[in-house]
């Protein structure tokens, strides 16, 4: 190849590895003896929304977790936003988690804090010195995005489960993060508050074009948001495509998840 044709080929390969956001090459993962994530292949790329499905315990909420170091993986190799996390110092990993935003399978708010706080309290921990208007217009930004702006001073012992979510939902997108990793958004909601839940993760990745991974058993919520869908089993990807490809999916066990 000439020099010419490799530099418009590494290009290329730049150019293709920028849309990929996430990335994981075998990897494992095992508590004691139980081998949770046994060799996952995985990418996940700019933009879209990326759904895992799996029945409880395969190790969802784990693959998630890898991504922002709350496990830590055994083998394998995970890059996110083109870098190799195993060759970055501390202070390169606290940067590159910076850009990360994690809504738990709790909502996990501040209780003791009132809604206006709980948004604050990311703000002032990330960017340290911020300006009271700033700060202000961005709480207020965050609360209209998830409809809850009249909640701005209530507590969250004061608020549905839903409007909770929704207050997790704000907490975590008041930083802007470049990624999103949802773990079962709308679980213990009812069908409609679940609906403006998916609604409003569309409205993120179409507004911020954030990429996002969403672990679901909400079938309604993975067919309206998901570009892709990937089901877990046994420590593996076990299944790949759109939500129209695995519903008409050759494989019976499959197709039980959208049945
Ligand atoms: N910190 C931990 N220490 C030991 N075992 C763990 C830990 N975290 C998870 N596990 C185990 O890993 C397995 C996968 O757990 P995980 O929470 O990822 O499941 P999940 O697919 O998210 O399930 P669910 O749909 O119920 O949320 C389970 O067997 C769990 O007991
Ligand atoms: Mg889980």
Not at 66 to 71: C, F, T
């Amino acid at each position: 190849m000439t020099t010419n044709a490799t530099s418009i080929k590494a290009e290329k390969e730049n150019k293709q590895n920028d849309l990929i956001v996430v990335r994981m090459e075998h990897l494992n993962k095992s508590f004691g003896n139980n081998h949770v994530l046994q060799d996952i292949n995985l990418v996940m790329n700019k933009g879209e929304n990326l759904v895992i499905l799996g029945k409880s315990g395969t190790g969802k909420s784990v693959l998630i977790k890898s991504i922002v170091g709350l496990v830590e993986i055994d083998e394998g190799k995970l890059f996110i936003l083109g870098q190799n996390i195993s060759q970055l110092n501390d202070n390169e990993l606290i940067e590159i988690r910076k850009k990360i935003g994690f809504l738990f399978q709790s909502a996990a708010l501040y209780d003791s804090m009132t809604v206006r706080e709980n948004l604050e309290f990311p703000l002032r921990r990330q960017l340290h010195t911020i300006p009271k208007d700033e700060m202000n217009s961005l709480v207020k930004e965050a609360l209209l995005n998830v409809g809850l702006a009249e909640t701005i001073d209530l507590w969250p012992s004061e608020l549905s489960g839903g409007m909770r979510k929704r207050l997790g939902l704000a907490r975590t997108l008041i930083l802007k993060p470049e990624i999103m990793l949802y773990d079962e958004p709308t679980t213990g909601l009812d069908p409609i508050t679940s609906k403006e839940i998916s609604h409003l993760i569309l409205e993120v990745q179409k507004k911020y074009n954030t990429s996002s991974i969403i672990i679901t058993h909400d079938i309604a919520c993975a067919k309206l948001i998901a570009n892709r869908i990937i089901v877990l089993k046994d420590g593996i990807c076990a299944a790949e495509g759109s939500y129209g490809d695995l519903k008409d999916s050759a494989d019976a066990w499959t197709r039980s998840f959208f049945e």
